[in-house]
């Protein structure tokens, strides 16, 4: 293509999706060795930070937490329980709903699991005020694909 001064909008490094793309391999890359002691993929460890600020709680409180549709989150939680970290039972109120609630081992798994920010942050060499500045941005575009994909 000609150098004509202007951006090239089809750029690879000017795709949002790809830079997207690549720093999220990158940093579940981070998690991964972190998590494997605990036992967890990343999917279920954000379950389990789900189920670590409340619990119990439904299925349904659980995916809407996450913005996970219930056949992704079934099989996170079915391999949870096989683990011995959660249990899943019916709601006594509502029949129709699934409670999940923490095991005392799931409990205790938190302990551990608090030095995991900490190791993350060392891993990317990037400070706190960083990445709690990406945290908005990401979570301000997320805002703003979650409308745009509801008006189309």
Request: charged share 20%; hydrophobic share 45%; net charge neutral.
């Amino acid at each position: 293509m000609a150098n004509t001064g202007e951006v090239d909008k089809l750029a690879l490094e000017k795709q949002v999706c790809f830079a997207l793309a690549v720093a999220n391999r990158s940093v579940l890359g981070i998690y991964r060795p972190l998590l494997e002691p605990l036992g967890l993929t990343h999917p279920q460890y954000l379950v389990m930070l789900a189920l670590w600020e409340a619990e119990p709680r439904s299925v349904k409180e659980i995916g809407a937490a996450l913005q996970l549709d219930s056949a992704t989150l079934s099989p996170l939680l079915k391999r949870l329980q096989a683990i011995g970290y959660v249990t899943r039972g019916r709601d006594p109120g509502d029949e129709r709903s699934t409670v999940v609630g923490l095991t005392d081992a799931g409990r205790g798994l938190r302990e551990q699991a608090l030095a995991i920010p900490d190791a993350v942050v060392s891993r990317l060499g990037v400070g706190y005020p960083m990445l709690e500045r990406l945290h908005a941005v990401l979570t301000e575009v997320n805002a703003a694909a979650t409308s745009a994909g509801r008006s189309v």
